[in-house]
């Protein structure tokens, strides 16, 4: 199980990195715009008006992942806030799923949206 955390945490910076960066189409790519197209995350972001930063190590402790019962494979939803050059934390967060795969994690960004 320390190993399947591990890649969690992994998949949500990488999502998280790649926010920041304004690279929504690698984004796309990644989560093979299953539920958001990089158009999509971009208006969000857009629309909220504000810088993406990274946000700091020890928000890891604010990130909350909940099993899905009965999945398989088995997958996981997490509600992770997102950091602004403006606020700090802000309340827009990005909403994801991750599915346990034989290669890792499957990512998929279900939604950006005000908390």
């Given at each position: 199980m320390k190993k399947m955390n591990a890649l969690l945490l992994?998949?949500?910076?990488?999502?998280?990195?790649?926010?920041?960066?304004?690279?929504?189409?690698?984004?796309?790519?990644?989560?093979?715009?299953?539920?958001?197209?990089?158009?999509?995350?971009?208006?969000?972001?857009?629309?909220?008006?504000?810088?993406?930063?990274?946000p700091p190590i020890e928000s890891i402790l604010l990130w909350e992942f909940v099993a899905v019962r009965g999945a398989y494979p088995p997958r996981w939803i997490a509600t992770v806030p997102l950091w602004t050059l403006e606020e700090g934390r802000s309340d827009l967060s990005v909403a994801l799923t991750l599915i346990e795969e034989s290669f890792g994690v499957r990512i998929e960004v279900d939604d950006l949206h005000v908390l």
């Open positions: 992994e998949s949500v910076q990488k999502i998280l990195a790649l926010l920041v960066e304004g690279d929504y189409e690698q984004i796309e790519r990644i989560t093979h715009g299953i539920r958001i197209s990089a158009l999509d995350i971009k208006r969000a972001v857009t629309d909220y008006g504000r810088t993406l930063v990274a």
